[in-house]
C-alpha cells in the first residue's frame, strides 16, 4: 500500500518570501501522479499543482513549483512571493497511474502554513 | 468554484436520523468519490463510482450507503450513526480516461452526530 507522509504538521512565512513544504510517499509502483492541494478555511479542497512521475521536468503554477525526486520519493511545493490568501492546509497526495478506473487519492496529514505580514 | 457542488453544507442529526447528503458535478465527469475528513486524520476515501458503478467500498458501515443514479449526482445516505461520525465528508469527482484523471473537490458537508 501506498503511504504519504508530511512531517511538517505548522510552517510560517512572512509575506513576500518564499517557503518550501515538504513530501516523501512510499510506493512500488513506478507510474503515480503526485498533487499538492490547498484547503482554506472555507475547507473547499483546492488543487494547487500536480506531477507526473514519468515526468523529469518539475511542474510550476505561477508562484507555486515542485521539486520533485523521484528516486529520493520526494515530493516538496515551493511557494514564492507569499501571499495572506496562501494561508491554509497544504495536502500532498499520492495516485496510482492505472488506466480506465477511478483510482483513488491518498493523502498526508497536512502542513498548516500560517502567512504573516 | 462550482464544478462540484455539495448540500446541506452542514448538518446537524441525532443517532436515530435518517438524512442523505447530496453531491452534483457540472464538469462532465465519469468517476464520483465520497471522503471523510475527521480532525488530525489524513482524507479517507470512503467509495468510488467509476460510470455509476461502485468500484471501490473503503470498509465502510453499512450506516453508510451511496448512491450514484447517473454520472451527475452522487448521494450518501446515512442513517443511525454514532457521535464518532461526526466530520467533513468531501465528495470529489473526475474524468477518467483522461490525462492525471485529476480530481475536483466541493465545498464539503460538515456532519455533527450528537
Known amino acids: 500500500a501506498q503511504t504519504v507522509t508530511q512531517s511538517q504538521p505548522e510552517m510560517s512565512v512572512q509575506e513576500a518570501e518564499t517557503v518550501t513544504l515538504s513530501c516523501t510517499y512510499d510506493?512500488?509502483?513506478?507510474?503515480?501522479?503526485l498533487f499538492w492541494y490547498k484547503q482554506p478555511p472555507s475547507r473547499q479542497m483546492i488543487l494547487v499543482i500536480r506531477?507526473?512521475?514519468?515526468?523529469?521536468q518539475n511542474a510550476t503554477e505561477n508562484r507555486f513549483s515542485v521539486n520533485f525526486q523521484k528516486a529520493a520519493k520526494s515530493f516538496s511545493l515551493k511557494i514564492s512571493d507569499s501571499q495572506l490568501g496562501d494561508a491554509a492546509m497544504y495536502f500532498c497526495?499520492?495516485?496510482?497511474?492505472?488506466?480506465?478506473?477511478?483510482?483513488?487519492?491518498?493523502f498526508g496529514t497536512g502542513t498548516r502554513l500560517q502567512v504573516t505580514l | 468554484e462550482t464544478g462540484v457542488t455539495q448540500t446541506p453544507r452542514h448538518l446537524v442529526m441525532g443517532m436515530t436520523n435518517k438524512k442523505s447528503l447530496k453531491c452534483e458535478q457540472h464538469?462532465?465527469?465519469?468517476?464520483m468519490y465520497w471522503y471523510k475528513q475527521s480532525a488530525k486524520k489524513p482524507l479517507e476515501l470512503m467509495f468510488v463510482?467509476?460510470?455509476?458503478?461502485?468500484?471501490e467500498n473503503n470498509s465502510v458501515p453499512s450506516r453508510f450507503s451511496p448512491e450514484c443514479p447517473n454520472s451527475s449526482h452522487l448521494f450518501l445516505h446515512l442513517h443511525t450513526l454514532q457521535p464518532e461520525d461526526s466530520a467533513l465528508y468531501l465528495c470529489?469527482?473526475?474524468?477518467?480516461?483522461?490525462?492525471?484523471?485529476?480530481?475536483?473537490f466541493g465545498p464539503g458537508t460538515r456532519l455533527t452526530v450528537l
Open positions: 470529489a469527482s473526475s474524468q477518467v480516461l483522461v490525462g492525471t484523471d485529476t480530481q475536483y
Open positions: 510506493t512500488s509502483e513506478s507510474d503515480y501522479y
Open positions: 506531477q507526473e512521475a514519468y515526468k523529469q
Open positions: 497526495a499520492y495516485r496510482s497511474a492505472i488506466s480506465g478506473t477511478a483510482s483513488k487519492l491518498t
Open positions: 464538469l462532465g465527469h465519469n468517476a
Open positions: 463510482y467509476n460510470f455509476k458503478e461502485q468500484t
